[in-house]
Structures are given as structure tokens and as C-alpha cells.
């Protein structure tokens, strides 16, 4: 942590309140940032859709460490859902969310050094969207804000209404909250490139803060439609993190052709799809790729090769399937693993330093 920051946070520690408010007005939300901005305290804020796992508990840890007052909003956005995607579904636990939020502002409380989540926000669809009801149709009307190309590449091709959603509804957030920080998570890591440049083309008053990825014990990334999977679909999960290790590995053996990295996370994801099929009903669990990016960490444009300078960013998405046979006795998610599970996930490939190749550990393959 920052001296300047500590020594705002330890400044202001005796004005630390024990408890949040959780409100769902907008008009008294901007009152308390006014009381707050006059009183010079530093506001972070993290948005969620609920469901908070570990992962939305990392970013709020985050947040405390470097703002006095920190905002955590709670609210399903509708205009991020395509028409057919699963918003009504979408898993909705505010009271354990609260719950888990207690539980961090109790440990603040006795810690002098950190700030305090002080308000929890959970806005209605009417306030959000006050004018026209908010629509997933890719023309339909209302007032959205576009990030292109970026928001139509990668996640944009498969989820066409995504980003505008995504950036739309923080707009609105970070309007009404005014954070002086911002928190993401790196498993989304086409968002938080869409975050930074929205918050730098329309000069928002804000910076953004990407938080590692937080990760189950068996590697496979927190998501909130984590819920849905069973042992067994949660335990086939794990080939997609596999696959980008392996891609990663061949990457710091010298690999730089899109090709041979891609070609090392097939060999992982199609092997696992191939020993799947060759299961009975009763035991396997079905999966299928919906897209693999090799991009350049500037702007995410895909690469024919990788600069070794620069790196790269490994991403996709994959589906796990419907559970064609399920078990009696066996642990299934919620729902029973009869719904299809879109779940993202990527990983950096960090710069190779000349000193790497200079020294013989790294032979790298320009061919």
C-alpha cells in the first residue's frame, strides 16, 4: 500500500462506521458521497450482480486496503442478457450476500489499517433505467453506451448485446456513485479493457483496479454460474484452465506461432473431449469450445505470432453440457445439471525477458 494512502485510511480511522447502509435510493446515495467528498474521504466501489463468491470477496479486501469508504452495488443487470441467455435464471442470493458483507466489515472494524465497506447499493430496474424498459434486442431503443471494436470482438462475437450492457450499466454506477477507484476481476478480462477505455474516452474521474483471478481448489475459475455445476461437471471443468497451461508452457518453451500454442491447448481440450465421449452416459460430462483468442495485451487484436517483449492474452469460453444421465446419490448443482453452463476464463502470458534467451533458458522458435 501507498504511504499517502495508508496515511489517509489511518487519518480517517476513528470516523470508521461498524455497520454498511444498504440502501436502494439514488437521490440518498448521492447525499452520503456528498458528506463523504466534503469530509475528504476516498471512495472505492465494486459492482456485482450478486451471488458473491471469493472471488467478489478479493476485489472488496481490495478495496478497503485503498479507499476509507467503500461502495459494493448489487444489481442483475438486464441489458448485459441476450434474448436467449439466462437472466431469469441468473442465481440471486442477497441475504447470504449481505452476510458475507457483514463478515468483512466486522474484521475492518478491528483494523485500524484498512477502510470500511460503508454502503451496500441495490438499485431497481425503475431507477436504473427510468425512461424506456431496458431491452436485449441488439436495435432496440435506449440509451447505451458502445465501446467499439472492442466490445464486438471475442465475447462481443458470442454475446453480441454484452458489453453495451456491461458498459451502460457502469456508466450509470460510476455516475452515481463518483468512486475515486474502481475494482474488476482479471477472469474478465475483455470487461476490464472495455472498463479502462470507456473511463479514458469519456474522461471519468475514476481509475481502475484489476484484481487477480481467484481460483477453486482444483483451478477452475470463481464464476457465479459456478452454482450450477455438480461433482462431476465441476470436476471436467478443470480442462479448460488445463488447456491454457498447457498453451502457456509451449509459450515459455519458445513457442510464438499461433498455431503450435493453439495447437498445445487442443491437444489438453480435445483429449479430455475425446476420453468424455468414450464414457458411458452414467459418468461422463460433455463439453464444447466456444472460442480460443491468442491477442496482443495493448488492444486484443489477435496474433499470428507473439512477441516475446509483449506476451499475449490467452482467453475463451466453453460450454459444459447438460448431465445426460445423472446418478442417484450424486451431488449436482443447482438446477440438477440440466442447463447448459457458459463459463469464461483466460491467463497472461507474461513477457519473456532477453536475459531468459540471452542466458540459453529460453530457445525461442521464429520459424
Not at 439514488?26 to 465494486?46: N, T
Not at 491468442?294 to 475463451?316: F, H, K, M, N, Y
Request: net charge neutral.
Amino acid at each position: 500500500m501507498a504511504a499517502s494512502t495508508k496515511t489517509i485510511i489511518q487519518k480517517f480511522a476513528s470516523m470508521k462506521p461498524r455497520v454498511f447502509n444498504h440502501i436502494n435510493s439514488i437521490s440518498r446515495l448521492r447525499e452520503l458521497r456528498k458528506e463523504e467528498w466534503h469530509a475528504g474521504l476516498r471512495v472505492g466501489f465494486v459492482p456485482t450482480m450478486g451471488a458473491l463468491h471469493k472471488g467478489h470477496i478479493a476485489l472488496i479486501r481490495q478495496a478497503v486496503k485503498e479507499n476509507n469508504n467503500v461502495v459494493v452495488s448489487i444489481y442483475v443487470n438486464p441489458t448485459q442478457f441476450g434474448v436467449n441467455e439466462d437472466l431469469s435464471s441468473y442465481p440471486k442470493t442477497l441475504e447470504s450476500d449481505l452476510g458475507q458483507i457483514r463478515e468483512i466489515c466486522s474484521e475492518c472494524w478491528n483494523d485500524s489499517s484498512v477502510g470500511q465497506v460503508t454502503t451496500v447499493f441495490t438499485p431497481t430496474t425503475d431507477a436504473m433505467y427510468p425512461n424506456l424498459k431496458p431491452t436485449s434486442e441488439i436495435e432496440g431503443h435506449g440509451s447505451f453506451v458502445t465501446i467499439t471494436p472492442l466490445a464486438s470482438m471475442l465475447e462481443g462475437a458470442s454475446r453480441p448485446v454484452f458489453f453495451r450492457g456491461v458498459a451502460t450499466v457502469c456508466m450509470k454506477l460510476f455516475n452515481i456513485v463518483q468512486p475515486d477507484n474502481v475494482y474488476f476481476g482479471q477472469k474478465d478480462v475483455q470487461q476490464t479493457y472495455v472498463i479502462r477505455r470507456m473511463v479514458e474516452d469519456f474522461h471519468l474521474n475514476s481509475q481502475v483496479h484489476v484484481v487477480p483471478t481467484v481460483r477453486e481448489s482444483n483451478g477452475l475459475a470463481m464464476s457465479s454460474r459456478n452454482v450450477y455445476l455438480g461433482d462431476r461437471r465441476r470436476a471436467v471443468a478443470t480442462v479448460f484452465i488445463r488447456s491454457l497451461q498447457e498453451a502457456d508452457q509451449a509459450f515459455k518453451r519458445g513457442k510464438l506461432q499461433r498455431l503450435d500454442i493453439l495447437d498445445a491447448f487442443n491437444k489438453v481440450f480435445v483429449s479430455e473431449q475425446e476420453k468424455q465421449m468414450s464414457l458411458p452416459k452414467s459418468r461422463r460430462a460433455m463439453f464444447e469450445l466456444d472460442y480460443i483468442s491468442l491477442a496482443d495485451p495493448r488492444d486484443l487484436t489477435e496474433l499470428d505470432q507473439v512477441r516475446p517483449e509483449t506476451g499475449a492474452i490467452l482467453s475463451g469460453a466453453f460450454r459444459m453440457m447438460p448431465i445426460e444421465d445423472p446418478q442417484d446419490g450424486e451431488k449436482t448443482g443447482l438446477g440438477g445439471d440440466k442447463t447448459t453452463v457458459r463459463l469464461i476464463d483466460n491467463l497472461r502470458l507474461q513477457p519473456i525477458s532477453p536475459s531468459d534467451v540471452q542466458n540459453g533458458h529460453v530457445s525461442l522458435d521464429l520459424d
